[in-house]
């Protein structure tokens, strides 16, 4: 079964970015953004994992890069054309994992 999933408007982007402060907006790509830096290698991966797993049940990947202890993730929603709910959720449950 597919699902349809509606790119955000510029009011719901918004909001949704308000209540995402340590994410930032990459308006090319109508998408959201965020580095993280961790003490080593082990602890970055350990959250790649944890996000992954979060991921494969939503059925929405992360694009992201891994250099050592430094995770840099982007989330946009291709099948939408740009920033859908189901990037502001996954950026929500990645700040869980965080801490935030």
Same mark, same amino acid.
């Given at each position: ?6 790119? /955000?408007?510029?009011? @719901? ?17 109508? *998408? +959201? ?8 290698? *082990? @602890?970055?991966? $350990? ?24 995770? @840099? +993730? ?6 939408? $054309? $740009?920033?859908?709910? /189901?990037?502001?959720? /996954?950026?929500?449950? +990645?700040?869980?994992? /965080?801490?935030?």
């Amino acid at each position: 079964m597919t699902r349809t999933i509606e790119q /955000l408007s510029e009011a @719901e982007r918004a909001d949704a970015l308000d209540t995402l402060p340590d994410w930032d907006y990459d308006e090319a790509r109508d *998408a +959201i953004t965020r580095s993280i830096v961790f003490t080593d290698f *082990a @602890e970055a991966f $350990g959250f790649m994992t944890q996000v992954a797993l979060l991921a494969e049940r939503a059925d929405h990947h992360p694009e992201w890069t891994n250099v050592w202890n430094r995770v @840099e +993730i982007l989330l946009t929603t291709h099948d939408a $054309g $740009g920033l859908s709910a /189901l990037d502001v959720e /996954l950026a929500t449950a +990645i700040d869980s994992i /965080l801490g935030g």
